[in-house]
């Protein structure tokens, strides 16, 4: 199976590779057209409203609390998608990937990636979790894997929930 990739979309796996840890480092440089709405992490640019909600001084509102079972679920579902990663199991890393950016990489190219990331940095596990965010079926998260070049990548990462499973949607 051939993939035919247009330039836009390059950047989109790209931000894939890199935010699913930064497998092939070097094959994300310099692919990215630089015509789309990103905001480097793959993700379109979001608007930051100008004005203060009501309620907040200074704009210090806190966020509100994490369910802790709910984020407990989503940590074990970045260690088991981060695991699967680096050893790599590129199938069963694939299926912790949301259909969204499944529809994006050809699952040949992400097994590739894998076995390239495995070569490269050998099994590496989450050291760090942090839920950042978590509303309904969308969480983002920041979690380390000891690797600075990986980590920088790692915060604010995007995860849905699918049925009762969090996927990786952070293309």
């Not at 699913?20 to 409203?49: R, V, W």
């Amino acid at each position: 199976m051939s993939l035919h990739i247009r330039p836009r979309r390059a950047g989109r796996l790209c931000a894939l590779a890199a935010a699913g840890l930064l497998a092939l480092t070097a094959a994300c440089s310099g692919d990215d057209d630089g015509d789309d709405d990103s905001n480097g992490n793959g993700n379109a640019a979001e608007e930051t409203p100008t004005q203060e909600p009501e309620g907040t001084e200074g704009g210090t509102e806190s966020p509100p609390p994490v369910d802790e079972e709910t984020a407990a679920e989503l940590e074990a579902a970045v260690r088991a998608y981060t695991d699967a990663f680096f050893a790599p199991d590129a199938e069963a890393a694939y299926e912790m990937v949301s259909q969204r950016c499944r529809d994006l990489v050809d699952p040949e190219v992400y097994a590739a990636q894998l076995d390239q990331a495995a070569a490269d940095h050998g099994q590496l596990a989450v050291e760090t979790f942090t839920v950042e965010h978590l509303a309904g079926d969308e969480a983002h998260v920041t979690y380390t894997v000891g690797v600075p070049e990986f980590d920088e990548r790692l915060a604010g990462q995007l995860w849905s929930r699918a049925g009762e499973d969090w996927k990786f949607d952070s293309c």
